[in-house]
């Protein structure tokens, strides 16, 4: 999207707003107006990054959601609770706040792929949950993306001046073959997807903890041989069958929706309308499934502002990160999307419209 069609996107927004009485301008509000949502900005951390921790802090996140499943891999189910308290009192001794983890807080490749040894990681999944539960963090995003992960098929093309954002063209993973998995059908992928949710679900219900399913990325339905299910709003209405359960939700990774065709818009609000989102990644695209690259979230084609007023309006009450941002100047490009300037700039974005909308944030 053009710089001019954004800024006249974002005018139009604000314009509406100010048209049917919400004010323009000014701090934010301190605290929800009634049935609104508060929106907890956070970013993703892992033990031991303190100077990023400090970064986090100093532009305003209060909020970590955190990646546990290399510490845990290392210690026994007895030692979870004990490993996640050190954790999570590492993050408070730099003034964050645990508010989830992301990308499973235990291995879980064989469960995804339905090998040996499944059942094992399993009852690692459920003590994890527990674990949790007892040192009071209530989420858990996780994926079912067997045997290859969020996927790129370049790292380095050039974004607006040129910094450095990530592309998948699928001509491009189809050219390098299968993987060491070869062919892996949907339907098996969905039979170990309701395996897992069967033995899961039940304990995350009893815990209290909320399981943030994340979409396939890409979202498309064979990569590189594996079948990839979580590729519309229809399937996960599906996933939500299985196991119906009020903890059986959703990671609203806007972009992958994005990448489906699915109207971005009026999924959030489903979503939101049957308490289904419990996380949600604040990022954009230019394409679609098979083809796309990352943009900054100022430049691309979705109306950001329209989302976190979709968000605020259906109450939504949890975190939400920013996602996937380029690279920028004077940074090593050895974390394609992770980097922490793209971060900043897209903070400092999402606090302006909010602060614009009177939106909660915290």
């Known amino acids: 999207m053009s710089e001019l069609t954004r800024r006249d996107a974002m005018r139009g927004t604000l314009a509406a707003l100010a048209a049917t009485g919400a004010a323009v301008g000014g701090p934010r509000s301190s605290s929800p107006q009634p049935g609104k949502g508060v929106i907890q900005l956070a970013e993703i951390l892992n033990p031991g990054e303190t100077a990023r921790f400090r970064l986090a802090k100093q532009i305003g996140i209060n909020h970590a959601i955190v990646g546990v499943s290399g510490a845990l891999s290392k210690v026994h189910r007895s030692e979870y609770v004990s490993t996640l308290t050190k954790i999570k009192h590492d993050m408070e001794a730099s003034g964050l706040t645990m508010a989830g983890v992301e990308s499973h807080p235990v291995p879980a490749e064989k469960i995804k792929l339905g090998l040996a040894g499944r059942d094992e990681e399993i009852e690692n999944y459920k003590a994890a949950i527990d674990a949790l539960a007892k040192i009071g963090v209530n989420m858990v995003c996780y994926n ?8 790129r098929t370049k790292v380095n093309v050039p974004e607006r ?3 450095l954002t990530s592309e998948f063209d699928n001509k491009d993973a189809m050219s ?3 993987t060491e998995w070869g062919e892996v059908s949907q339907e098996k992928v969905w039979s170990n997807l309701e395996y897992f949710l069967k033995e899961v679900i039940p304990v995350a219900e009893r815990a209290g903890v909320n399981m943030a399913l994340h979409p396939d990325d890409p979202p498309i ?6 079948g990839r299910i979580l590729i519309s709003g229809a399937n996960y209405r599906r996933v939500m069958d299985i196991v119906p359960s009020k903890v059986n939700g959703v990671t609203y990774c806007q972009a992958n929706f994005v990448a489906m065709g699915e109207d971005v818009y009026k999924l959030a609000e489903e979503f939101l309308r049957k308490k289904k989102m419990f996380f949600v990644h604040y990022r954009d695209i230019e394409g679609k499934g098979d083809h796309f690259r990352e943009t900054f979230h100022d430049n691309g084609p979705t109306d950001m502002a329209r989302l976190l ?6 109450g939504f009450r949890g975190a ?6 380029p690279t920028l100047e004077g940074e090593g ?7 922490m300037g793209g971060k900043v700039f897209a903070i400092g974005y999402m606090k302006g419209i909010m ?8």
């Open 144 to 151: 079912f993306m067997a045997g290859l992960g969020w996927y």
């Open 161 to 163: 001046g040129g910094a």
């Open 176 to 178: 390098r073959g299968l």
């Open 221 to 226: 339905p064979k990569l590189r041989g594996i």
């Open 309 to 314: 007023k979709i968000y605020s309006d259906g």
């Open 320 to 325: 939400m990160r920013p996602d996937h941002a």
């Open 333 to 339: 490009n050895d974390r394609p999307g992770y980097a």
């Open 355 to 362: 602060d614009a909308m009177k939106i909660a944030y915290e």
